[in-house]
C-alpha cells in the first residue's frame, strides 16, 4: 500500500504538484485532430487542470493558449481566427500560436504595450492523428518517435473516451494481468494451460486464473518491460511480454497477432478525471484485413454510453453462460472497475499481492521520475539526443515458446528483428 502522502505524490498533476510537473516534461495528447478540423472553431480544453484553448490559425497551425484574455479575463474559446491568430471578442486583441499580442485595438497608435504582453501558450506537434502539446518549462524534448504514430491511416486506429477517475487508475489497470483472464473474460491461449485447485470457473469454462501464472518484470530506458508467463501440459509456455512507457502509457498485445500491438495513454483532465487516448495499429495489413475491433460507440463529449449512472449497463443474466462480468465490453469493464474505485482511490487502504509486482514497479519509476525532476534532472524517457529517437527494445509480443527459452531472449530477438518462430523450430 501507498502512504496517504505518497498517494497525494502520484495523482495530484496540477500546476506546481510534483506528480504535475512530472507529466509537464512530457508530451501529452491534448486532442485527436478530428476535434479541431481545418477552418472549425476554436475547442476549450482542461488539461493537467489547466484551462486552455485549442485553435488553428490561418496557415493550420494547431495553438495552444491559456484559455482567459490577459487583458481582462475573456474566455478566448469564443475568440474570431484571423490575422494570424485568435482574437479576443471583447476588446479585439489578438494572439499569435506562441502566446505574442500582435494588437490591441483602442490603445494610442504607436502603443508597444502589446509588445510587453504574453499570453500563456505551449507548444503543439500533430502526429498520426493527434495533437500533442508539452507544458514543461524551457525547451521541449523531442516528440518520441513512436512506431503506431507513424504507421498509415489505414493500419492505424486511434481514438479516446472520458473517465471519471484519476489518471493513475487507469495507468495501473494496464499493468494487471490476471484481471485480463476475468474481467476481460479468458485469455485466447489458455487451451493448454495446466489445470489446478486456483482455476477459477464458472459454468461454459469462460473465466479461468491459470496455474503457474508469473510476471517477471525488468526496468528499460524506457520504462518497464514485463512479461505475464503461463506454464502449459506440453513443455511449452505462453507468453506476453509488454511495456510501460513513462509516464502514463502502456503498448500491449492486441488481437492482431504480433504484427503490432495496442496502446493506452491516459491523460489526466484534472485530479478527478481523465482521457484515455487507444490506437491499435498493424505494421503490414490494415485493419480490415486483420479483422480489427471498431472504436466503442460514444455519445456526446467522447463517453462511453457505459457509465456509472446506468451501472455500466451490466447484464447479470449473461454471467453464468456468456460473461464473466456481465459487461458487454472491453470499455465498459475497465471503466466499471476503474470508476468504481471512486474519483482517487486510496492507496492507503489495498492490499497488494504478488501479482501486483507489476504496479509496485511502476509506482517506483514515477516516484524516481518526480525525485529526478526535483532535482533538476530530465526523468526517464526525456528524448533530446535525435539519435536516440527510436525504440527497437520497446518490444510488444506473445506467442508459445519452450519451457527453458528466456523472455528476454525472445525481447532481444524481436528487438533485432529476428523471427522468434523461426529460432524455436
Known amino acids: 500500500m501507498l502512504t496517504k502522502e505518497e498517494n497525494a505524490l502520484l495523482t495530484q498533476t496540477g500546476p506546481g504538484a510534483p506528480a504535475g510537473d512530472l507529466m509537464r516534461r512530457y508530451w501529452q495528447p491534448a486532442a485527436l485532430s478530428e476535434e479541431l478540423p481545418p477552418g472549425g ?12 484553448v485549442l485553435f488553428r490559425d490561418d496557415q493550420g497551425r494547431p495553438g495552444l493558449l491559456g484559455i482567459h484574455c490577459s487583458h481582462r479575463g475573456a474566455d478566448l474559446s469564443y475568440g474570431r481566427l484571423e490575422d494570424g491568430g485568435i482574437r479576443c471578442i471583447y476588446h479585439g486583441w489578438l494572439y499569435d500560436i506562441s502566446g505574442r499580442c500582435l494588437e490591441q485595438p483602442g490603445e494610442p497608435a504607436g502603443s508597444t504595450f502589446h509588445e510587453r504582453i504574453r499570453q ?30 507513424n504507421a498509415p491511416a489505414q493500419q492505424t486506429l486511434i481514438y479516446k473516451y472520458h473517465q471519471d477517475c484519476n489518471y493513475l487508475q487507469g495507468n495501473e489497470g494496464n499493468l494487471d494481468p490476471v484481471h485480463n483472464n476475468l474481467l476481460h473474460h479468458p485469455n ?3 487451451a493448454h494451460v495446466k489445470q489446478a485447485d486456483n482455476f477459477v470457473k464458472f459454468r461454459g469454462g469462460r473465466g479461468a486464473v491459470p496455474a503457474g501464472q508469473t510476471l517477471e518484470i525488468e526496468v528499460e530506458d524506457f520504462g518497464i518491460a514485463l512479461c505475464d508467463i503461463t506454464e502449459l501440459d506440453d513443455d511449452q509456455k505462453n507468453i506476453r511480454t509488454y511495456d510501460f512507457v513513462m509516464p502514463n502509457l502502456t503498448c500491449f498485445p492486441g488481437r492482431q497477432g504480433n504484427g503490432g500491438y495496442s496502446v493506452h495513454w491516459h491523460v489526466p483532465i484534472d485530479d478527478h478525471q481523465h482521457w484515455k487516448y487507444s490506437w491499435l495499429f ?12 471498431p472504436a466503442p460507440e460514444l455519445g456526446p463529449g467522447y463517453r462511453i454510453l457505459q457509465n456509472k449512472e446506468n451501472r455500466f449497463m451490466q447484464d447479470r443474466s449473461t454471467m453464468s453462460w456468456a460473461s464473466y462480468s456481465g459487461l458487454s465490453d472491453f470499455p465498459s469493464q475497465d471503466s466499471c472497475a476503474i470508476v468504481g474505485m471512486g474519483p482517487v482511490q486510496d492507496r492507503t487502504e489495498e492490499h497488494l499481492a504478488a501479482s501486483d509486482k507489476v504496479i509496485v514497479g511502476m509506482r517506483l519509476q514515477l516516484m524516481k521520475g518526480v ?50 518462430e523461426g529460432a524455436l523450430t
Open 188 to 190: 485466447v491461449n489458455l
Open 282 to 293: 498493424n505494421r503490414t495489413k490494415t485493419l480490415e484485413e486483420i479483422n480489427a475491433d
Open 41 to 52: 472553431p476554436p475547442v476549450p480544453i482542461r488539461l493537467l487542470s489547466e484551462d486552455l
Open 120 to 149: 500563456p501558450s505551449y507548444p503543439c506537434q500533430e502526429r498520426g492523428g493527434v495533437i500533442f502539446t508539452y507544458m514543461g518549462p524551457g525547451e521541449p524534448p523531442l516528440l518520441p518517435n513512436y512506431e503506431f504514430l
Open 371 to 420: 525525485r529526478d525532476v526535483q532535482q533538476g534532472k530530465d526523468p526517464q524517457h526525456v528524448i533530446r539526443d535525435p539519435e536516440k529517437n527510436s525504440f527497437p527494445n520497446l518490444v510488444v509480443w506473445r506467442g508459445v515458446v519452450p519451457a527453458s527459452f528466456d523472455w528476454r531472449e525472445v525481447r532481444r530477438r524481436v528487438a533485432e528483428g529476428k523471427s522468434v
